[in-house]
């Protein structure tokens, strides 16, 4: 089994609730409109969420990540904005296992609950081909579960280079001058669905 195959396998559960009827009234309600209206389209969804206005936070998804290695939960932990993270603890008293014996990559339970805002900013770090493979590929294994129940939401969690539409690393991967890189900066300024 491949690292990718051991990755991917990683998310024990994930939940979502569909509020995006939430998320127009509040939307609504900043324009001093009343009531939620029809439920959105998927271009209003990928508008408001390109957009980043302030109702997408309504948007919630919960998860946990079962054998994340250490030092890779670290990584996510230092995400705090939007996010919640609850860790497995590795303390002696506890476990009953030295944690001084420990390596950085032992397995630990990495729980956490996101909006919407969270997703999108810590996709522009860790789906950055400058990030660490592993942790780049839990954080895909994330996007693509986020991508079974919200494909909308899903389109957004892009690099920063296609977020920015440049690289602004001190030393660029060379993604961003390839033809893969201009469909995939096409496809995440589309507003229409499709």
């Not at 309600?29 to 109702?55: C, F, M, V």
């Not at 909006?115 to 996007?143: G, H, M, P």
Request: with cysteine.
């Amino acid at each position: 089994m491949s690292m990718e195959e051991k990755v991917r396998k990683m998310i024990k559960w994930i939940e979502y609730n569909d509020v995006w009827t939430k998320v127009k009234r509040s939307a609504r309600t900043t324009i001093s409109r009343q009531g939620s209206g029809n439920y959105p389209t998927d271009s209003w969804k990928k508008t408001i969420l390109l957009a980043e206005h302030s109702p997408i936070r309504r948007i919630k998804f919960s998860w946990q990540w079962a054998n994340l290695k250490s030092w890779v939960s670290v990584h996510f932990v230092r995400h705090k904005f939007g996010i919640e993270h609850w860790v497995s603890t590795q303390r002696t008293d506890r476990t009953g296992v030295n944690r001084d014996e420990k390596t950085q990559d032992a397995p630990v339970l990495h729980e956490c609950e996101a909006n919407a805002q969270a997703l999108i900013f810590i996709s522009r770090r860790r789906l950055c081909n400058q990030a660490s493979a592993d942790t780049r590929e839990a954080w895909k294994e994330v996007k693509e579960k986020v991508k079974s129940v919200d494909p909308v939401l899903a389109s957004v969690m892009v690099p920063e280079c296609i977020y920015r539409g440049f690289c602004p690393e001190f030393y660029s991967c060379g993604y961003v001058n390839t033809e893969e890189y201009a469909k995939a900066l096409a496809e995440y300024r589309q507003k229409e669905a499709g």
